[in-house]
């Protein structure tokens, strides 16, 4: 097996670098994503007359955290295979960044989207804002036909 010299080293190092940031990424847009819908549930709380658009205003920016968490865990796992191929020696130019040829390797953002781990996360928070628009457009009803 060849050794690794100091060129190949700092090109793992670099990818890795890249790797750390996105996870770190992920990690924010969840934590993001979590203030906010917590954020808006006391928001609900403290009005007089809660509407039920407030929760469902808040739909939108969980599903885009959510695709864009999706997008940075495709980009991880595509910068992961471009280092085990620099780690096994396969690329031959140094610092290559190009993570084109691992795409069909790779499944889709919108398949991690929907992975389990993810998925659960997500829906669970926008299965939440529906339960409470669903509360919501009952009050409203109630009141308006009582």
């Known amino acids: 097996m060849a050794e690794h010299n100091d060129i190949s080293i700092a090109h793992m190092s670099m990818i890795q670098g890249i790797i750390t940031r996105l996870e770190t990424n992920c990690f924010t847009l969840k934590a993001m994503t979590m203030t906010l819908a917590v954020a808006l549930l006391a928001l609900m709380g403290s009005i007089d007359k809660p509407n039920w658009v407030y929760p469902m205003a808040g739909c939108l920016p969980v599903t885009i955290f959510w695709i864009m968490d999706a997008h940075y865990l495709r980009l991880g796992r595509l910068f992961r295979r471009l280092f085990n191929d620099v780690r096994k020696h396969k690329i031959d130019d140094p610092f290559s960044m190009n993570i084109k040829p691992y795409f069909d390797e790779e499944q889709s953002t919108m398949r991690i989207a929907f992975s389990w781990s993810v998925f659960w996360y997500y829906a669970t928070i926008l ?14 009803k109630e009141v308006t036909n009582g």
Do not use: C, D, S
């Open 127 to 140: 299965l939440t804002f529906t339960f409470i628009t669903v509360f919501f457009l009952y009050q409203i």
